[in-house]
Every structure is written in structure tokens, then in C-alpha cells.
């Protein structure tokens, strides 16, 4: 088998169909397809069961949340690469399987590959730098690779960097679970790189469309300062954390010349998130 891909589905029956059957129309690879259900309440599993023996459907009872249902998904793989996508991805070429496996065979440096990601016909840019890194007291420049992480929509992995990482940390729930997953990579050796001859379009956020934007502001800076804290340190996660508490005030003060209520609204649930942490046990102990 030369490729498992894993799709985590939550709510987005339409969108995952259509995902599904890019995957299903691949050429020139021998692929499975797993899906995991994080218990959606849109009739995704009766539609997920009508494509039979075409895919591996593992229906969770509750949402695990995105790193956890990928890592649910590994269990039943039987690929030598994994292949994550969002439900909300779509591949453009027939032989996106193909490319990417045989990038990874051509460059045996490369841990992760990612293809282009193009949403509201905009490319999707490869980070160079991690949350917060600009600011930290330690360098991560001597790490392997120029690229710091891809997004998660759509990442082409080694099975064995896979299962040397333990796949996702599942103390994330939802946002920067892969930053840490490519931090990780690089730290063992891997170089995160992009194939330029691949390219996925992705919705972004399709899961989230029926949430608060306060919610939605809440989980990302929830996932940043997880990040923070598991790979800078109490320390250095407490003065970024004060730091974007600063940064989130001054917008505020300035949005008030401009009465963006949308975008008050980000900044007074990322202020309430570092707050809380702030107050947190795990700073104390």
C-alpha cells in the first residue's frame, strides 16, 4: 500500500463527498481511504456508509477533537506514507498521490511534504518563523529546513516520522496541532518542504462555520499558548502570553476610532484566553 489517507469529519457531509471522491478518481497509487467521524449531528455517517468498502469508516461517539481522531485513524493504516486531509480539501490533479509520494522517495531529508494550498484563490504561504519565535530568549535556527510548518489541511507524511512523533499531541484539540507536529519533526531530524507541482484547494474552517466567532477566536489562541508552553517552557510561555495581552489592548484601543465590532470581538476573547491561563495552576506548580 503506498498510501493511507486520513480524513477527520465533523459537520461537513457535503464537503467531505466531494473530497472523498478526488481521492477516489487518484491514479498510478495504491491508496486507502480512512475516514473518522468526530460524531457529527449533520448525517454524516449515513452518507459516509454509502460509499460501502470504498473507505474505512471509524464512527467516534463524541468529538476528540482533530489531532486525536487523526491519531485514532493511524491505528488502522496500512501505508507507508500518510496522507492527512481536511474534509474541505479537494485534489485538482488525478495523480496528487503519485506526486507526492514520489517527492518524499527523491527527497530522503523530507519528513513532511505539503502540496500548494490555494483558498479563495489564494495561496495558502509555508510559515517560516513559530508563534511567538521572534520573541524567544532561545534560537530555533539551527533546526534542518527552512520552513517552520505547513498547514494542516493537507500534509504528506513519512508513516515511520509518524510513528516515531506518536502522531499529533491530543493536549490540542483544535489549532497549531500540526506547528507542533513539524516543530517536532524538524527536532528529530526531518526538513518540512512544499511540492510545487501538487496543488489542493481548501475551503478553511468549513467545521467551524456554524460557531461564534468568539469561540473560534477562543480555540486558536487556546491552541498558541498550548504551544507556548509545551515547547518554550513556563517561562517564556507566561511573557508571550503578557505580550499578546498587550498587543490585543492596543488593538482594542485603536478599534475604537473604527467600530469593527467583529474584530473587537477577537481581541477581547484572545485577552480573555490569556487571562485565564494566566490564572491557571500550571503556572504555579
Keep these: 500500500m503506498d498510501v493511507s489517507v ?28 480512512i475516514v473518522v467521524d468526530n460524531a457529527s449531528q449533520d448525517n454524516s455517517v449515513e452518507i459516509l456508509k454509502g460509499y460501502g468498502d470504498k473507505i474505512i469508516l471509524i464512527a467516534n461517539d463524541h468529538n476528540h477533537g482533530f489531532g486525536k481522531a487523526n491519531n485514532i485513524g493511524f491505528k488502522r493504516v496500512s501505508g507507508k506514507n500518510i496522507f492527512l486531509l481536511n474534509p474541505d480539501a479537494v485534489l485538482t490533479d488525478n495523480l496528487t498521490l503519485e506526486k507526492l509520494r ?3 522517495k527523491n527527497n530522503t531529508t523530507c519528513g513532511i511534504v505539503g502540496p500548494v494550498v490555494m483558498q479563495n484563490e489564494r495561496m495558502i504561504q509555508p510559515q517560516y518563523v513559530y508563534p511567538g519565535q521572534n520573541h524567544l530568549m532561545k534560537n530555533l535556527e539551527a533546526l534542518p529546513g527552512k520552513i517552520a510548518w505547513i498547514i494542516g489541511a493537507s500534509m504528506f507524511v513519512r508513516r515511520e516520522v509518524y510513528e516515531k512523533l506518536n502522531g499529533f499531541d491530543e493536549d490540542y484539540f483544535l489549532y497549531c496541532e ?16 512544499v511540492a510545487q507541482n501538487v496543488q489542493v484547494e481548501h475551503i478553511g474552517a468549513a467545521s467551524e462555520k456554524k460557531s461564534s466567532k468568539r469561540d473560534y477566536w477562543i480555540r486558536k489562541q487556546t491552541g498558541t499558548i498550548t504551544f507556548y508552553k509545551k515547547n518554550y517552557g513556563l517561562e517564556e510561555a507566561k511573557s508571550l502570553i503578557k505580550r499578546d495581552i ?6 482594542l484601543f485603536f478599534l475604537k476610532f473604527f467600530r469593527n465590532a467583529e ?16 490564572l491557571s495552576t500550571s503556572f504555579f506548580t
Design 102 to 104: 514520489d517527492y518524499l
Design 6 to 33: 486520513i480524513i477527520v469529519n465533523y459537520n461537513t457531509r457535503d464537503l467531505v463527498k466531494r473530497c472523498i471522491d478526488s481521492v477516489l478518481n487518484q491514479k498510478n497509487s495504491h491508496f486507502e481511504i
Design 246 to 251: 498587550k498587543l490585543a489592548k492596543r488593538k
Design 178 to 193: 500540526e506547528v507542533d507536529l513539524c516543530l517536532r519533526a524538524r527536532r528529530a531530524g526531518w526538513n518540512i518542504q
Design 263 to 278: 474584530k473587537q470581538e477577537r481581541y477581547e476573547a484572545i485577552i480573555e484566553t490569556c487571562q485565564r491561563e494566566l
